[in-house]
């Protein structure tokens, strides 16, 4: 197993490269720059500027000093937010991103889970329906459209949940970014775990287990869920890569001071650095879930071996 995770994350080496290789030519090419303003800077100032930050060397050079600094785990400063490092920004804002991020994946996961094996349980049944129905509504409609009508309802409103802002992360400011960010996430984790559950229930070990006279309870979630869960937990790589970007859309709504909400404002600002930071930490993090889930993978199933 050792060997395989040693494999996995020699080999993600490549890819990282080739993420910071395109991303970086790929915001070059991109028409303006970090400095062009409504009002142009004096000509003195703007060389000035170019030479501090290695604009005016060639795009060659920059790019080689770019991968130095990224080999030394430093992204650089920030050409917009001029007194703090993408470093210093990313030490404030990631582990807010990572927070709201688990926050709605486990709700996910448990909320989802919990509906697909309800449905699951009372197939072709009305509650089925209506857990499919309601599953399919959570998938078509985008989060940038709930957020408004949930902050409308119950901010506005109602007054129960404020409408913005971090607070610290406080609970009752987490709520409603959570579960926004949560439902699309929940609706495909009940379609994945109802038809999993459906086949599982149908399997020859859970007969036995029946035949044995377990209880129901012992049957599904002993026998049943453990195998029905597999699909779910294929999806998490997918997932977590969807809620850590789709935290952008959420951050920038809620206010909340998170990667998503600094990747935004550096796409407008040009902000070579900061963008460019942004793109490697979530490349990282994707392989990171992708590795966990394989691993996760080989935990639920015993037929599957990595030695």
Known sequence: ML?????????????VFLIVTISFFLIRIAPGGPFDLERPLEAKVMENLNKIYHLNEPLWNQYLLYLKSVAQLDFGPSFYFRDF???????QSLPISIQLGLSALCLALVAGGTMGVFAALRQNKSADYAV??????????????????????LGVWLGWLPVGGWNGGKFVNIILPVVTLALPQIAVVARLTRGSMIEALRSNHVRTARAYGLTGF??????????????????LGPAAAALLTGSVVIETIFGIPGIGRYFVQGALNR???????????????????????DLLYALLDPRVRYD
Do not use: K, Q, W
């Open 218 to 235: 012992m049957v599904v979630v002993v026998h049943a869920l453990r195998g029905a869960i597999l699909p779910v937990v294929s999806y």
């Open 3 to 15: 060997r395989y995770v040693l494999g996995r994350l020699l080999g993600a080496i490549p890819t």
């Open 271 to 293: 902000d070579y650095t900061l963008v460019m930071g942004t793109v490697v930490v979530v490349a990282c993090f994707v392989i990171l879930f992708n590795l966990i889930v």
């Open 85 to 91: 490092t993408i470093n210093e920004l990313f030490a």
């Open 132 to 153: 499919m129905a309601a599953a399919t509504l959570g998938v078509t409609v985008p989060n940038f459209v709930v957020a408004p009508i949930l902050t409308l309802l």
